[in-house]
């Protein structure tokens, strides 16, 4: 069955907010990467799911965990534009790299958004240390569920050949 | 003592959203007021005062008190525009008026917030059925005490010859 | 339709806590009383009514209102007993005065939760300056509706002849 | 390490609330234990680590994981007893098994909160799967954390000798 669980595709960023270097999956490998694609405007996102990647970043500081945001605007570009991004991003004190979802050519839903099949936002996404999605989720998930995943998958081994069927 | 309380300087509104016409205080007497000057983008107005301000709408409604939201830009301008704001009461869904504090000619403080002296976001003003500011509050007012300061005004007269000394 | 608001029937208590007196409402006229009747083993009034109870008081401490609770033990008698009454005012950290509402002869119902028509528990009473009962709520009451119903008394006058129709 | 990591004492139990069969930790290897020790008339028992026992229990239902609640009553004994406890059990709607902490021979602190070194209520143990003690944590422990390390250990394989070094 693992087989079936896919390596997640690269992310397509236009710009990166909060980080020296653009951020690159490939180069996460090792890490469990916990992704939180949102929109600015969007309600639940500000609510419950920018909080929800506070916490996770303070509660595993200095483990084999990366929290990136990742800005997946599909409707209201004109004003979810880089910019606003950056005072929403300072204002809301937030520290973990952001990156901005690379608009599509033609249609509104960006590239990302497009390429992981993101319903909608919130959306949580968990990769595990060999890069596989682990978790796609549309909505929030508590944080007894995601702290279990998160703790289950820092549990499992490195390198690619010792990972375990999920 | 009554003297000292002066009748609120009226509103400077370069754009009103959520209702056909423009409110005017003056055309407001004899219903209390309470106004919420906020910014689209200040993390304490949107976790705190705008859904204290849905709830004073919701609980009060066809009651003799208007809820009006004042869009007090004081900083980020470029990003928290008139289209940015539509976009967020849109989302945020919230139905009561809300006015876009007049910026000024020369600085950044808008017109509203310079004549009532607010000294940020979010505030909180209350005015009595004469047009009185009774409370003009930086930051956030339980519901308790702005519940019972509510009461109170809404159990006073509407003439103003008949206005008790607060 | 002042007239059918009839002044509330007396407290019949066995035993106060938290005060050096009993208290008696005919004692209390002039002072708006806001009484809390819950069982210490009900969950919605641990949660929910009792830390109201402590905000009511912290917020109006020094004003013309009094907060009471009364413990109207319908079922469990022989655990939520005096004893276990005072550990638990104790533990929570209660300091408003408590009454134990006094055991019927015959059945579980004690003798003021009979004669006020409590529902159940936990229940809000809230009397006028004059005695008379504003409010006999099962349930919960949220902060700002009952800010503003003690908000509305509290702006009453005191004497009888002087008391609006409600 | 792994050598210092005991096996937990076992549970001494005065009586078992629901629950057909005397819980038996020993009984219990192959299955992550995590054991509430709480006092009914402890505030933050009631308003935190009970209802974070309801949540884990909702949460990891059908999975190797056993919640346990622990009546570890050390002070005003006379009214936190069997008939109180089990009455708290039904208004709080606690279905997990619950045991009565052996009162001592003599002092006030029972018998399993003083062999295994419990500080006060609330507290909270986590044992893995081979019975040993993983976490014994005095006050509140928040969801991600809890989370985290109970998909940890999850995570490790039943046999005693397959057990990772934690």
């Given at each position: 069955m693992s087989t079936a669980l896919e390596i997640a595709p690269a992310l397509q960023v236009a710009q990166w907010l909060n980080t020296p270097e653009p951020i690159c999956l490939e180069g996460s490998r090792g890490r469990v990467v916990v992704l939180h694609a949102f929109q600015m405007l969007c309600p639940g996102c500000v609510t419950q799911s920018i909080p929800q990647a506070k916490r996770i970043r303070?509660?595993?500081?200095?483990?084999?965990?990366?929290?990136?945001?990742?800005?997946?605007?599909?409707?209201?570009?004109?004003?979810?534009?880089?910019?606003?991004?950056?005072?929403?991003?300072?204002?809301?004190?937030?520290?973990?790299?952001?990156?901005?979802?690379?608009?599509?050519?033609?249609?509104d839903v960006p590239?990302?958004?497009?390429?992981?099949?993101?319903?909608?936002?919130p959306s949580l996404v968990v990769l595990d240390r060999v890069g596989r999605m682990r978790l796609n989720h549309f909505g929030h998930v508590d944080d007894l569920r995601l702290g279990a995943l998160l703790g289950r998958l820092l549990a499992e081994p490195v390198a690619p050949d010792q990972a375990p069927l999920p």
């Open positions: 303070a509660s595993f500081a200095g483990q084999e965990l990366l929290v990136i945001g990742l800005h997946t605007v599909f409707e209201h570009h004109a004003v979810m534009n880089a910019e606003a991004l950056q005072v929403f991003a300072h204002e809301y004190g937030l520290s973990f790299p952001i990156g901005i979802d690379q608009p599509a050519a033609r249609g590239l990302t958004m497009q390429a992981w099949g993101l319903k909608g936002t």
